[in-house]
């Protein structure tokens, strides 16, 4: 009899010893001591509820607090005072104020600095905009560039001139206007001088010495010349003059262009 009451006694000591998964509650846990089901190891105890994922070290909350923050703060701070303060005061104190400052941007007199203010330039438009003096003028296909060229061919006894369309406005003392113009003919050499012309009221002119030459036959050859104003005028043109031709001799033309210039070269 003593010894079932023995083993029956340990019997209900163990039984006693083995607490049921409720009875777990708010004990200390661990990753070598889990919890038994269907309890959790939240915060070093266990619990029913398993705790929250953005409160994990490798969730998005830490992550999110540390690299985002730091980050932004870093990088996105100092380039943006840094970088874009300094070059943007920079640049636009420079560039801005130092164009705005040219003398050419100011008044401009109605001709506007490095443009092409030639009209039908490369004679697209046939003659419209140009005129022969002492011969005959024909837009035809033997062109440069393009489609067309314009062709003077003597007709007289007289040298033909090939004038452009008076670009008006207002010249002021110390323009420099630049000019240049692509020749061809196929006879013998002679000169072909291009020709700017400063415009007054009274039917005077202030014009440059002529650029150009004496032009071999075959090539397409540029000319170029330049000019200084007086200032005063109400206008400006072109001429190209030719030598002594031979009867019934022609020059083709084409790409003309006469620009006002800053500073004081022709580009």
Do not use: Y
Request: hydrophobic share 40%; net charge negative; charged share 15%.
């Amino acid at each position: 009899m003593v010894t079932p009451m023995r083993w029956l006694t340990g019997v209900v000591m163990v039984a006693a010893c083995v607490p049921g998964p409720l009875d777990e509650v708010g004990a200390r846990c661990s990753t070598e001591r889990p919890c038994s089901a269907p309890l959790f190891c939240a915060a070093g105890v266990c619990s029913l509820t398993p705790a929250p994922d953005a409160g994990r070290l490798d969730a998005g909350g830490v992550d999110a607090g540390g690299d985002g923050g730091v980050d932004a703060g870093a990088d996105g701070g100092v380039d943006a005072g840094a970088d874009g303060g300094v070059d943007a005061g920079a640049d636009a104190g420079t560039d801005a104020g130092t164009d705005a400052g040219e003398p050419d941007a100011g008044d401009d007199g109605g001709f506007p600095v490095n443009v092409n203010l030639v009209r039908n330039p490369g004679f697209e438009l046939g003659v419209a905009f140009w005129a022969a003096n002492g011969g005959t003028l024909a837009g035809v296909r033997q062109a440069l560039a393009g489609n067309l060229a314009g062709r003077m061919t003597k007709s007289g006894a007289a040298n033909p001139t090939l004038a452009s369309s008076v670009i008006a406005g207002e010249t002021t003392f110390g323009m420099l206007f630049c000019a240049r113009a692509w020749v061809r003919h196929f006879d013998e050499t002679f000169a072909i001088n291009l020709i700017i012309r400063e415009r007054f009221a009274d039917g005077g002119v202030n014009a440059s010495n002529g650029g150009g030459g004496r032009i071999d036959a075959g090539a397409w050859v540029p000319i170029s010349e330049s000019l200084v104003t007086f200032g005063n005028g109400n206008g400006v043109d072109l001429r190209i003059n030719t030598g002594t031709m031979p009867p019934d001799a022609s020059v083709l033309v084409d790409e003309v262009w006469l620009i006002r210039a800053t500073g004081t070269n022709c580009p």
